[in-house]
Nanobody, 117 residues
Framework: VQLQASGGGLVQPGGSLTLSCAASGLTFEYFAIGWFRQAPGKEREGISCITQDEGTYYADSVKGRFTISRDNAKNTVYLRMNSVKPEDTALYSC????????????WGQGTQVTVSS
């Protein structure tokens, strides 16, 4: 099983960015997939999860600004990040998840997002 996150980069405060998580080696449509982030010196935080039937869940820190979606035909989950803030700077990774925003079993390598002017 592989989960590969991509799309990170440098973005200005107030800007937007879209991350992608491409999965292989699993029956994608059977799994809830989520996004997690870890800033330097902080614990990893679950920020969003999308279920098999496209139910979506968000941490309070990103609710109203980030949108998670999935394309089962492409085995890919997306995270659209709007109105980004410097505190969104972190290493973002994807994993199989539950509705309590906990990751389990399958984790991917991360992609760095830096919010700075």
């Amino acid at each position: 099983v592989q989960l590969q996150a991509s799309g990170g980069g440098l973005v200005q405060p107030g800007g937007s960015l879209t991350l992608s998580c491409a999965a292989s080696g699993l029956t994608f449509e059977y799994f809830a997939i989520g996004w997690f982030r870890q800033a330097p010196g902080k614990e990893r935080e679950g920020i969003s999860c999308i279920t098999q039937d496209e139910g979506t869940y968000y941490a309070d820190s990103v609710k109203g600004r980030f949108t998670i979606s999935r394309d089962n035909a492409k085995n890919t989950v997306y995270l659209r990040m709007n109105s980004v803030k410097p505190e969104d700077t972190a290493l973002y990774s994807c994993a199989t998840c539950d509705t309590f925003l906990r990751g389990y079993s399958y984790w991917g390598q991360g992609t760095q997002v830096t919010v700075s002017s």
